[in-house]
């Protein structure tokens, strides 16, 4: 079975991930039952950064594909949406990528036709493709910024390149069952 690579740039009743206490506040529908995962950091002795992950996983023509959200509520500090700031949040996940021992990675920012957010939150929206020991595999991801309560989400779902079409169906399912 190819497995899915978990891509992290960091309540339930059948699949629904309701994300509304002080640190997370969104909903958003899985296909299938997630685990949620948190932590805080301390970014600074004023800033902290309360980070909630909710992953869903599972197995389509014999590949595993990963449904990861993310919220990452910022206090002390707020996010600003700068060029210079979605840039950085890029560059991250490439180096997650990177350290996590994927080669060839490819960044594809998706255009303004072709993206499948269209909501009111500034966001990027971005395909990542790498290789992870001769598992190809393609990650569609939307980063959204949510100023009012100064938190980014990032929804993305990742999987073998030979089920890309099922990939993309469940990121288009998750992006639109998402709002605040």
């Known amino acids: 079975m190819y497995k899915a690579l978990l891509f992290t740039a960091s309540l ?3 699949g629904v991930a309701v994300a509304n206490d002080s640190a997370c ?5 899985f296909s299938s039952l997630p685990k949620v995962n948190s932590q805080t950091v301390n970014a600074s002795p004023t800033v902290k950064v309360d980070i909630k ?15 990861n959200v ?9 996010y600003t949406g700068s060029e210079q700031e ?22 594809t920012k998706v255009g303004t036709n072709d993206a499948v957010y269209n909501g009111e939150l500034a966001n990027i929206e971005y ?6 020991g001769g598992n190809k595999q393609v990650i569609h991801n939307l980063a959204l910024l949510d100023k ?6 990032t929804i993305s779902v990742s999987g073998n390149e030979k089920v890309s079409d099922e990939i993309k169906s469940e990121y ?8 605040l």
Do not use: P
Request: charged share 15%; glycine share 10%; with cysteine.
């Open 86 to 107: 979605w840039a950085g949040f890029i560059d991250n996940g490439i180096k997650g990528l990177l350290r996590a021992g994927v080669t060839d990675v490819q960044f």
């Open 127 to 132: 395909i990542f493709t790498g290789d992870n």
């Open 172 to 179: 288009t399912q998750l992006v639109n069952s998402f709002s």
């Open 25 to 29: 506040q969104f909903d958003i529908k």
């Open 148 to 153: 009012k309560n100064n938190q980014v989400i």
């Open 12 to 14: 339930l009743v059948s």
């Open 70 to 78: 993310m919220c990452q509520h910022l206090t002390g500090h707020a």
């Open 53 to 67: 992950q909710y992953l869903a996983t599972k197995v389509v023509k014999g590949a595993e594909i990963a449904s």
